[in-house]
């Protein structure tokens, strides 16, 4: 199984910070690499899909890089209402089980 | 826009079953792979199963495979998960997601939380 490994797992940032979520695969996952956010009793929001292609809808503060094994997601100045979970994940059909990260809560500093 | 509503939740004794549904608002979703998605209190997803957009395809996680069995009516643009022996650490808010290939997973339906307990 391809093991999804978060860092950091807290992050705690101001608004109009920099913030960058690093994502490790035990192996390569090539570009199936997606980024969710979750708020408190909500489910996940698609922002990122295909390592690097932001989902429609979504602010283009946030961005995706990365392949192979290594990835980030950066928000470029952090906003109120980016305070909340983050999760990356490895959705290649042709390697299952397709698994997420640990998470990583971003929190007001 | 296709909207997953998930419904089918509830409080059950541990080794009993349930069934979940999860019902898409067009019919869009007939041509698309369907996931169910799990999240225990306070932890992080866990995905449980996928079927194929004819239900000729299923996988499962380990910790669900031989109990879950995951299903689909492209006639009434619904997916099922029959749950079977329900163990403590079922316990989860469980999503149903979209699969759109390369394009990710969207929509996620908002979720029906499931508790095994005595």
């Known amino acids: 199984d391809i093991q999804m490994t978060q860092s950091p797992s807290t992050l705690s940032a101001s608004v109009g910070d920099r913030v960058t979520i690093t994502c490790r695969a035990s192996?390569?996952?090539?570009?199936?690499l997606a980024w969710y956010q979750q708020k408190p009793g909500k489910a996940p929001n698609l922002l990122i899909y295909?390592?690097?292609s932001l989902e429609s809808g979504v602010p283009s503060r946030f961005s995706g890089s990365g392949s192979g094994t290594e990835f980030t997601l950066t928000i470029s100045s952090l906003q109120p209402d980016d305070f909340a979970t983050y999760y990356c994940?490895?959705?290649?059909?042709?390697?299952?089980?397709?698994?997420f990260g640990g998470g990583t809560k971003v929190e007001i500093k | 826009q296709v909207q997953l509503v998930e419904s089918g939740g509830g409080v059950v004794q541990p080794g009993r079953s349930l069934r979940l549904s999860c019902a898409a608002s067009?019919?869009?979703?007939?041509?698309?792979?369907m996931h169910w998605v799990r999240q225990a209190p306070g932890k992080g997803l866990q995905w449980v199963a996928v079927?194929?957009?004819?239900?000729?395809?299923?996988y499962y996680a380990d910790s669900v495979k031989g109990r879950f069995t995951i299903s689909r009516d492209n006639s009434k643009n619904t997916v099922y998960l029959q749950m079977n022996s329900l163990r403590f650490e079922d316990t989860a808010i469980y999503y149903c997601?979209?699969?759109?290939?390369?394009?990710?997973?969207?929509?996620w339906g908002q979720g029906t939380l499931v508790t095994v307990s005595s």
């Open positions: 997601a979209r699969d759109r290939g390369i394009l990710g997973w969207n929509p």
């Open positions: 067009t019919s869009a979703f007939r041509s698309d792979a």
């Open positions: 079927i194929s957009y004819d239900g000729t395809n299923k």
């Open positions: 192996q390569s996952v090539s570009y199936w």
């Open positions: 295909k390592a690097s």
């Open positions: 994940q490895q959705y290649n059909p042709y390697s299952p089980p397709l698994t």
